[in-house]
C-alpha cells in the first residue's frame, strides 16, 4: 500500500507501481473536487473518445452535482465522452434506486450530453441475467474486441464505491460473481446490502481495464470497513485491482486518525 497525499504520493509512483494509493481530503466538498480534477485529467488524455465508469450510491453525488456546475460543466467537452454504470439496480430507468437515473438526474441531463453517449443497462430485460448479457454485448460493441487487452483499457476512470459489508459494484461478500474470471457482466440475483433489489455488475476483470479506479469513501458509517480493508481483510472492494492506477480517496472525516498521521 502507498500512502500519502495529493501531489506527493503521484510523483512517488512509478509506471510498474500498480499498488493502491491513498489520497485524503478533508470533507465531501474536498472529495468531490479531488474526484472532479482527477476526472477531467483522464479525459484530457483520453484523446477523441473517453470512456468514465460511473458508481452508485451516495458517495458520489457530491461529484455528480459538482461536474454540472463551472468550472467542469464548462470544461468537460460532453459530446466525447461515454457515460457508463459499474453496477446497477434491477428497477426501472425512472425509480429513484436506479444508479444511471442518479446519475442523469444529477448531472448528466443537465449539460447535453449526445443520447448515444449515455451507456444505461437495460433494466426493463427479462432478467439480471439478461441484461447483463445485453451489457457486456454493448461494452464488447464499444472497445471493438472480445477480450480485454491490458496494453489497451476499456475506461479512461472508474469509480468505485465501499460498502458497509466491504462489497464494490454489486460484488457482495461469499458471492461466485467474486470470481467470475470470463464474463464482463453478470447478473446478481440477491443483493447482500440495502436496497435488496436483484443487481447487474461488472466483473473484477471488465473493472479494471481502465487506466485509474478510484474509490470514493466517504461517511463515519464507513470507519470499520475501511480499518478493515486497509488491514488486508479479504473484502471484495480490497480486491479490486487495475491494470491503471489504483487510488483510494478517503474523506479524513471518517476517522482514520492513526494512518493519517502516518501520511
Ligand atoms: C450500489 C453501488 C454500491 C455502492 C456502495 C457504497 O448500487 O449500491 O454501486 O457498490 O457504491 O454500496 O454506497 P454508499 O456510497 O451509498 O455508501
Redesign the pocket.
Known sequence: MTVGVGDRSRDELTNSDRRRQIVFASGIEALAESAAERLLARIAQGGNRAAICL??????ERLYRRLAESPYRGAIPWDRVHWFI??E?FVPAHDTRN?MGAARRLFLDHVGVPAGNIHPVATDATNPDAAARLYEAELKRFYGHDELDRAKPLFDLVL????RDG????LFPGSPALDERVRWVVGVEQAG?APFVPRVTLTFPALASTHEMLFLIS?EDKHEVLARALSGDDLPASRAHSDGDLVWLIDRAVGLKELDASA
Not at 462489497?167 to 454489486?170: I, V
Open positions: 458508481t452508485g450510491g451516495t458517495s458520489p459499474g453496477d439496480r444508479n468505485m464505491g465501499l460498502g462489497h464494490t459494484a454489486s446490502l461517511g
